[in-house]
C-alpha cells in the first residue's frame, strides 16, 4: 500500500501562486510515476503533471508554462508548483502514485482562484 496526504492548497487570487505538497509513505519503493490531477465540478478528473522514475515530465496543455512538478526523494514529497494562477484553475487536486499495475490516490486539496 501506499499512503499520500496532499496539503497546501487555500484560496487566492488570480496571478497568485500556491506550492501543492503530497507526502507519499508506505510501500514507495518501485514507484513508475507520481502526478497531480484535478477535478473541478461538474467536470471529470484530469491529469495536470506527470513525473515517471526516470524524471521525464508531462504536463497538460492547461499548465504548460505556468506550473511545474518536482519531488524531494529524501522527504518522499512530491510537489506541483502553480504560478499565474487563473480562475479555471479552481479544482480540487488530487496526488496519484502509480505503482503497476495499482495506482493510488490521495483525498485531495482544494484550489479556488478569485478573479
Known amino acids: 500500500q501506499v499512503q499520500l496526504v496532499e496539503s497546501g492548497g487555500g484560496l487566492v487570487q488570480a496571478g497568485g501562486s500556491l506550492r501543492l505538497s503530497c507526502a507519499a509513505s508506505?510501500?514507495?519503493?518501485?514507484?513508475?510515476?507520481m502526478g497531480w490531477y484535478r477535478q473541478a465540478p461538474g467536470k471529470q478528473r484530469e491529469l495536470v503533471a506527470l513525473?515517471?522514475?526516470?524524471?521525464?515530465?508531462n504536463y497538460a496543455d492547461s499548465a504548460k508554462g505556468r506550473f511545474t512538478i518536482s519531488r524531494d526523494n529524501a522527504k518522499n514529497t512530491l510537489y506541483l508548483q502553480m504560478n499565474s494562477l487563473k480562475p479555471e484553475d479552481t479544482a480540487v487536486y488530487y496526488c496519484?502514485?502509480?505503482?503497476?499495475?495499482?495506482?493510488?490516490w490521495g483525498q485531495g486539496t482544494q484550489v479556488t482562484v478569485s478573479s
Open positions: 513525473l515517471n522514475s526516470s524524471g521525464t515530465t
Open positions: 508506505g510501500s514507495i519503493f518501485s514507484i513508475n510515476a
Open positions: 496519484n502514485a502509480k505503482r503497476y499495475p495499482r495506482s493510488y
